[in-house]
């Protein structure tokens, strides 16, 4: 089945979804080495197949397989990647905690990470395109304790170099959106840490046949630019919502002419946005960059909500895009 996106403001996700019970199990099966690995494999696509089934209730055009088999997006990573071994657990903030990875060897990429499941998610998308989400060099570094390098940039390379097996495989098997996740950026504006990133998604990107596209959250985005700018990417994915939208005013400073992946649900609030106020919001998009550029969006992964009010949103932001779609006209 073909689906034709809408050419102007496609609505998407930025990767996860409130994570469903089988996949909970699945996690916890998962940390016993004699648990049934079919077993675990059918709880993951049975939690796959509920996210799709809530993506396509909800009507979002680009979709992703909700993250449902990751337990942290470092963590995952970190795990099926050669040179990585993990900590025990580390506290990031109030009651959140997650096991810190440590590399303790020379990174390198031996087997296929995603690919599975975003095979999966798309023979249950009807038609919808997959988008895949992966953690950047430049986060897992930065989220890692380095017990083998003493180089930074070395090892964001070596990282971006193991990603960039991983989005070969990808490509072949037909995936056409694949997202760089780079939270960890917005905490570091120095100048060397710009250019290490963007060697580096040069390195994962370059010669794909595929939206290269690099989500970035949090922190003080502002001060990346212009320098990002440079950046081989197709598409910033930003959070906006959160921040009131005050980047936008960097973004019309420096001419923005990149697509643009606009935040516009809050994923750390259970308020559920209006469709007015969320049209309002699409339109201060619109005064950066045309409506074929304008992806709408939540600001982040949505795992920390509710699946109720995450969907909710969902829902309110695919009328929103039609409505204003439908002005636009």
């Known amino acids: 089945m073909k689906y034709i996106l809408p050419d102007k403001l496609p609505t998407t996700v930025v990767g996860s979804y409130p994570r469903f019970p089988e996949a909970k199990k699945a996690l916890k099966l998962k940390k016993d080495r004699y648990s049934n690995k079919e077993i675990i494999e059918e709880l993951i696509q049975s939690a796959i197949r509920r996210v799709v089934e809530d993506y396509l209730e909800a009507g979002i055009d680009i979709i992703s397989d909700g993250e449902q088999r990751r337990e942290d997006m470092a963590v995952f990573f970190a795990e099926n990647i050669k040179g990585f071994k993990i900590s025990g657990w580390v506290r990031v903030f109030d009651n959140v905690y997650y096991r810190k990875p440590i590399i303790a060897g020379r990174v390198k990429w031996t087997h296929e990470i995603t690919v599975k499941d975003w095979k999966f998610a798309s023979t249950i998308s009807r038609g919808r395109p997959v988008k895949v989400t992966l953690t950047g060099p430049y986060t897992m570094y930065d989220w890692s304790y380095d017990e083998y390098y003493g180089d930074k940039k070395e090892a964001i390379l070596d990282l971006a170099n193991a990603l960039r097996k991983e989005v070969e495989h990808l490509i072949a098997a037909g995936a056409k959106y694949i997202q760089i996740d780079e939270p960890a950026l917005s905490t570091h504006a120095e100048k060397e840490d710009i250019e290490i990133e963007k060697e580096a998604l040069e390195i994962i990107f370059q010669g794909i046949n595929a939206k290269r596209i690099v989500h970035i959250c949090y922190g003080k985005l502002e001060r990346l630019f212009p320098d990002i700018l440079d950046f081989p990417v197709d ?29 516009v649900i809050d994923v750390h609030s259970t308020r559920i946005e ?8 699409i339109m201060k998009g619109l005064e950066i960059v045309p409506p074929e550029k304008l992806y709408v969006k939540p600001d982040c992964g949505l795992k920390r909500l509710p699946r109720d009010v995450a969907l909710a949103k969902l829902k309110n932001m695919v009328i929103a895009a039609k409505k204003v779609r439908e002005e636009l006209q």
């Open 274 to 281: 209006r469709v007015n106020e969320i049209m309002k919001d």
């Open 235 to 263: 598409q910033f994915d930003l959070e906006t919502k959160n921040s009131n939208f005050r980047l936008l005013s960097i973004l019309k400073e420096y001419s923005y002419d990149k697509e643009l992946g606009l935040g």
